[in-house]
């Protein structure tokens, strides 16, 4: 039988590794239960308590972690690196796990026991973080996975083979974190149901691909999703970006409470966008909104306010909801108290035009207090290198891709100087 990678990050609700253990009608576990979850709880049984006895041993007697692998590609031996590097090299030597290398990334594979997935690292507790946007976990697949392994761990004393989960690990990340690549909703699905049996034997298979910092874990991550699918929206090229788009999602669903106003995404495997129709929204509308709009590197705050002032915008100026608008979407978004979801990929940029000068300048000065400097192109044409400045050198959005260059130069181009994307449109910005 097949056990291999699951699809995608699982933002889809039919990515399961457990959705067939229902027992047979004669009352015996299904064969992928019978056969797959003992073979896994012995194994992981026999080898990751020893694994973790090791590690956890070798950090009392030193009070540190061992030295790092002076054989890892790309880090020097001396250098500070994630405490869970440790952890995994000492598996490595107990014969737990098999380590490979390749490039700049090392990759480990094996069983464990989630017990030891989260055990102290360091006098800390190791931690999982999506990498993905964490709002994207459907909670209703958390939950029924929970209550088909409650109800085989009742009748035949074990869980269902919760199959591979695959993590990155930066090694420049001094934290003891794990970045869930694929699994997140087996991750939770574990945790929970560790913290109501703690003494159930719940065995996985781990792999775990060690990168040397935060852009090689995105491009790991992206080269995944070429073979396993996923809408691209959900993902981001940092972590500081992922909190940025959960936060203000939390803001923006805590602020527009109607749910008549959220539409779920479709469910199963993404092979194109199917977005709700205009007015309504769903969280993969927003979060292309907010790359599109380049707000994911301005604080929560900044990137709402502007959010706040582009539905005012829409909701007090039709001309800017768009192509093909009609009075009852206008009277469905007054009903639900929202007008953001008019919004669709391309129309950003002409309603960034009408909105206030000094909104953006706030939102730089914001970012840059929250650890990002304002970009150069904010002031200056990336073409000319003049400063934008009211006439010629007027700042002008490319429309569809958004990138911006001084009004000159914009009349002349016929595709983006940055991303090369045909340009449709040219939206002066201020003037």
């Known amino acids: 039988m097949r056990r291999g990678l699951l699809s995608s990050d699982e933002a889809s609700s039919d990515e399961a590794s457990n959705e067939h253990c229902y027992p047979l009608p004669s009352g015996r576990p299904s064969r992928r239960a019978r056969g797959t979850a003992p073979v896994a709880a012995a194994s992981a049984a026999s080898s990751s308590s020893a694994f973790a006895v090791a590690a956890q041993a070798a950090a009392a007697r030193s009070g540190c972690p061992p030295p790092p692998n002076r054989a890892s590609v790309g880090a020097a031996a001396s250098a500070p690196e994630s405490p869970i590097v440790s952890i995994l090299e000492t598996g490595v030597r107990g014969g737990h796990l098999v380590k490979q290398e390749s490039g700049n990334k090392v990759k480990y594979v094996g069983f464990t026991e989630w017990k030891h997935m ?15 946007s964490n709002r994207l976990v459907n909670q209703n697949v958390v939950n029924e996975r929970i209550a088909i392994n409650e109800d085989l761990l009742k009748r035949f004393g074990a869980y269902a083979d919760f199959g591979t989960v695959i993590l990155i690990v930066v090694r420049s990340d001094l934290r003891a974190i794990y970045r869930i690549m694929d699994g997140q909703h087996r991750v939770r699905a574990m945790q929970e149901l560790y913290q109501r049996h703690p003494a159930t034997s719940l065995p996985f298979c781990l792999q775990v691909t060690v990168v040397s910092d935060e852009a090689a874990a995105h491009a790991e991550l992206m080269h995944f999703q070429v073979h396993h699918p996923a809408d691209p929206r959900a993902f981001f090229g940092s972590q500081r970006q992922r909190d940025t788009a959960d936060q203000v999602l939390a803001r923006a669903r805590s ?47 900044a990137a709402w306010q502007i959010l ?109 100087p940055v991303c090369r994307k045909a340009i449709d449109n040219r939206l002066s910005l201020y003037d």
């Open 118 to 132: 989260a055990a102290a690292v360091q006098g800390r507790t190791a931690g999982f973080e999506s990498m993905a």
């Open 255 to 301: 602020h527009f409470t109607n749910e008549a106003l959220w539409k779920q995404h479709t469910s199963g495997r993404y092979v194109g966008r199917v977005d709700p129709v205009r007015p309504y929204l769903s969280d993969y509308v927003l979060l292309g909104l907010l790359q599109e709009a380049a707000l994911l590197d301005m604080c929560p705050d």
């Open 308 to 416: 706040l002032a582009a539905d005012a915008l829409l909701k007090t100026s039709p001309l800017v909801r768009g192509k093909n608008t009609t009075e009852a979407m206008a009277e469905k978004a007054e009903k639900y108290g929202c007008y953001l979801g008019f919004l669709r990929e391309g129309t950003w940029w002409e309603v960034r035009a009408k909105l206030p000068a000094a909104l953006f300048s706030e939102s730089d000065t914001a970012t840059s207090r929250h650890g990002k400097s304002s970009k150069k192109n904010s002031t200056e044409c990336v073409i000319c290198l003049e400063p934008y400045a009211p006439g010629p050198h007027a700042q002008t959005a490319l429309v569809p891709c958004g990138h911006q260059t001084c009004r000159k130069c914009a009349n002349v181009l016929k595709c983006c």
